[in-house]
């Protein structure tokens, strides 16, 4: 759960041509962002009204006074510490775009990996499995495997009202509203049938790191924190499993890069007998407990 962090230090574009913006604003956040070209080019294409691809193909336009205004609120904005999701309200996730707001943390790209695992593992249309994913939050996950699985319908449980409003706003502009069903409740508290796969993004940062980390000032406390050991969320959720998780279905978490151990740990107590394994990201850090029973 990486956090998105933008601490410019000066918040005053270059009058000018849109190409001299886009040098300014990257220069403004290349020492605090991994992508400072793009980030520069996504606020230059909010503040003009213009398609990305259009400030890249127009470097020459003028940038106008209203936009050249715009763009030095957002970039104070940024230095006050709002994340540039959230001014920018929407960012992708599997390719596709998604609302955002601060009910609900910002999509990550190391949570693609339980997308994908998902796809890879899961037949649900073709076992005829129920589906959930716990902790909606943006509703990223249950909106893009029910775009990908069509027919098939999803449970998806939050405990924020707010989180589950943005979710279904997320799944309306995806249009897969008729087949994803929003309960607000704690885990699987608010169902009572067993699945054949069960996601969960839960919070699982630890208390005490989280008040070290920016994004614990720019992101939802209760979606990132998951109390003292970061497994407090998580450790319930995989005790709910021996009622909740059918023969031969999967369950999908992720987790902490240092939990590894600690969670593959726990399922197997929890559930002898399930193949248990602990997938990585990108990074080659531990992101997924897969849970096979």
């Given at each position: 759960?990486?956090?998105?962090?933008f601490?410019?230090?000066?918040s005053?574009?270059?009058?000018g041509t849109?190409?001299a913006?886009?040098?300014?604003?990257?220069?403004?956040?290349?020492?605090?962002?991994e992508?400072?070209?793009l980030?520069?080019?996504l606020?230059?294409a909010q503040?003009t009204g213009?398609p990305?691809?259009?400030v890249?193909?127009?470097?020459?336009?003028?940038?106008?006074?209203?936009?050249s205004?715009r763009?030095?609120?957002?970039?104070?904005a940024?230095?006050?510490?709002t994340?540039l999701?959230?001014?920018?309200?929407?960012?992708?996730f599997?390719?596709?775009?998604?609302?955002?707001?601060?009910?609900?943390?910002?999509?990550r790209p190391?949570?693609?990996?339980l997308?994908?695992t998902?796809?890879d593992?899961?037949?649900?249309k073709?076992?005829?499995?129920p589906?959930?994913?716990v902790?909606?939050?943006?509703g990223?996950?249950?909106v893009?495997?029910?775009?990908?699985?069509?027919?098939?319908?999803?449970?998806?449980?939050d405990?924020?009202?707010g989180?589950?409003?943005?979710?279904?706003?997320?799944a309306?502009?995806?249009?897969v509203?008729?087949?994803?069903?929003?309960l607000?409740?704690?885990?699987l508290?608010?169902?009572e049938?067993?699945?054949?796969?069960?996601c969960a993004?839960?919070p699982y940062?630890?208390?005490?790191?989280?008040?070290?980390?920016?994004v614990?000032r720019r992101?939802?406390i209760?979606a990132l924190?998951?109390?003292?050991d970061?497994?407090e969320?998580?450790?319930?959720?995989i005790?709910?499993?021996?009622?909740r998780?059918?023969p031969?279905?999967?369950a999908?978490l992720?987790m902490?890069?240092?939990h590894?151990?600690?969670?593959?740990?726990?399922?197997?107590?929890?559930?002898?007998g399930?193949h248990?394994?602990?997938?990585?990201d990108?990074?080659?850090?531990?992101r997924?407990?897969?849970?096979?029973r």
């Amino acid at each position: 759960m990486k956090p998105h962090v933008f601490k410019p230090k000066e918040s005053k574009p270059a009058l000018g041509t849109v190409a001299a913006a886009l040098r300014q604003t990257a220069r403004v956040l290349e020492t605090v962002s991994e992508t400072p070209g793009l980030d520069a080019q996504l606020l230059l294409a909010q503040v003009t009204g213009r398609p990305r691809a259009w400030v890249l193909a127009h470097g020459e336009a003028p940038l106008s006074l209203t936009a050249s205004q715009r763009l030095a609120r957002q970039l104070a904005a940024l230095h006050a510490g709002t994340a540039l999701p959230y001014l920018l309200g929407e960012w992708e996730f599997f390719g596709r775009p998604f609302y955002v707001a601060p009910s609900a943390l910002i999509p990550r790209p190391e949570t693609e990996l339980l997308v994908e695992t998902a796809l890879d593992v899961a037949k649900p249309k073709a076992e005829g499995l129920p589906v959930v994913d716990v902790g909606t939050g943006s509703g990223c996950i249950a909106v893009t495997l029910a775009s990908a699985w069509e027919d098939v319908h999803i449970l998806a449980t939050d405990r924020s009202p707010g989180a589950l409003q943005l979710a279904r706003k997320n799944a309306g502009r995806h249009q897969v509203s008729d087949r994803i069903t929003f309960l607000c409740g704690d885990l699987l508290g608010p169902l009572e049938t067993a699945f054949g796969l069960i996601c969960a993004n839960l919070p699982y940062i630890p208390t005490h790191r989280l008040a070290l980390l920016e994004v614990g000032r720019r992101e939802p406390i209760a979606a990132l924190d998951g109390g003292p050991d970061g497994l407090e969320l998580i450790r319930r959720l995989i005790q709910q499993l021996p009622k909740r998780l059918r023969p031969g279905g999967h369950a999908l978490l992720e987790m902490d890069e240092t939990h590894g151990e600690a969670v593959h740990r726990l399922a197997a107590e929890i559930l002898p007998g399930a193949h248990i394994t602990v997938r990585k990201d990108l990074a080659g850090d531990d992101r997924l407990l897969v849970i096979e029973r």
